[in-house]
């Protein structure tokens, strides 16, 4: 009777321990972080990647031969070096051969424009008196021609020992050559580049190719830059599909007009092909995945309480909610992975 009444007693004192844990457990709160909704704007994109190229590039070789002069940069007071900007016609290397300039005869060649062009007009003026036939003046015309011919011949021979730049640009090439040295026709003196436009060939899967259109917004990245990105836009679309990779091509053209990002440079592209303002946007990381569908949790008066949410546009951090959630709801952020609808909490920063 004794043993009864003592398994009784420690059932009771057993069941008043579990209510008590169960009722402590009811008070225990969750920590959690969350966001107030507000509407803003989501953009679908592609993400994509390619090496930048600038738009303009020159090499720019001798022509003749000649004794080698590099000059001197006006703005810098030294000899132009790597890494100079230079502007277009700036002389950057003189070739010397007196023998090659001899040749030309440019005086005599300017004399003899000189000459003719007087005969000519005079031809003119003898021709309108009745002075000289038809035949007289045409001749005298082919002379000043011929002598106009030759003279701006002689001067485009004479600037091929000046090597100057096309457009401007930094120096991003300069073969060194012993002063004075002679050096021979078609070698390289300077390479130029502008790459205050730049362009990246990119190759985009066949699933893409209904979304992407010439014109749409492209933001350009690097991890050498990783506060600023750049804009750039879609200026160019293959039809055809490439067999074996399953890619077509496309070309981005990119505003580097601070010359944040150089050529050469490893970049990622985002190719915006849909956006949505004024809209619900929540991270996509705070999703979960259930049988019943994607969820979250927001707080209301203290509790948990789960919503089944539908998507909209999305992206690979961001989703648009179109039904589930309302503006001014209080999303959970942090602390949702344990918890369950109405599950007690406890807002923290």
Do not use: W
Not at 78 to 95: A, F, H, Q
Not at 102 to 128: A, C, D, G, M, W
Not at 274 to 289: G, M
């Amino acid at each position: 009777m004794k043993r009864l009444i003592t398994f009784i007693i420690a059932v009771a004192v057993l069941a008043s321990c579990n209510n008590k844990e169960k009722d402590l457990n009811k008070d225990i709160s969750v920590p959690v972080s969350v966001m107030d909704l507000k509407l803003q704007s989501i953009e679908k994109y592609i993400e994509t990647t390619g090496t930048v190229n600038p738009i303009k590039e020159a090499s720019m070789k001798s022509e003749i031969t000649g004794k080698y002069k590099l000059l001197t940069n006006p703005l810098t007071g030294k000899k132009y070096s790597l890494g100079d900007y230079v502007k277009e016609g700036d002389e950057i290397i003189k070739l010397e051969d007196k023998e090659y300039e001899n040749n030309i005869k440019i005086n005599s060649l300017k004399l003899n424009l000189e000459i003719t062009k007087q005969v000519f007009e005079k031809q003119q003026s003898l021709y309108k008196k009745g002075g000289v036939t038809l035949s007289e003046l045409k001749n005298a015309e082919i002379n000043f021609i011929n002598a106009d011919y030759n003279y701006k011949d002689a001067l485009i021979r004479l600037e091929k020992m000046h090597i100057k730049t096309p457009f401007s640009g930094v120096l991003v090439d300069l073969p060194y050559y012993t002063p004075s040295t002679k050096i021979d026709a078609n070698s390289l003196m300077f390479r130029l580049m502008d790459y205050s436009k730049l362009y990246m060939k990119i190759n985009l899967a066949e699933k893409d190719l209904t979304f992407v259109k010439t014109g749409q917004k492209v933001k350009i990245t690097n991890y050498t830059i990783p506060e600023d990105t750049l804009t750039g836009s879609i200026t160019q679309i293959s039809p055809a599909i490439d067999a074996d990779t399953r890619s077509f091509k496309s070309i981005i053209n990119i505003n580097n007009s601070d010359l944040l990002m150089r050529p050469g440079m490893f970049a990622k592209g985002e190719i915006v092909v849909a956006k949505v303002d004024s809209t619900i946007v929540i991270p996509k990381d705070v999703v979960l995945s259930k049988q019943r569908g994607n969820t979250v949790f927001v707080v209301d008066k203290g509790l948990a309480q789960e919503r089944i949410i539908n998507f909209g546009l999305e992206n690979p951090n961001e989703v648009q909610i179109i039904s589930g959630l309302e503006k001014s709801d209080r999303l959970v952020i942090k602390g949702f992975e344990t918890l369950r609808n109405r599950s007690k909490v406890k807002v923290i920063k």
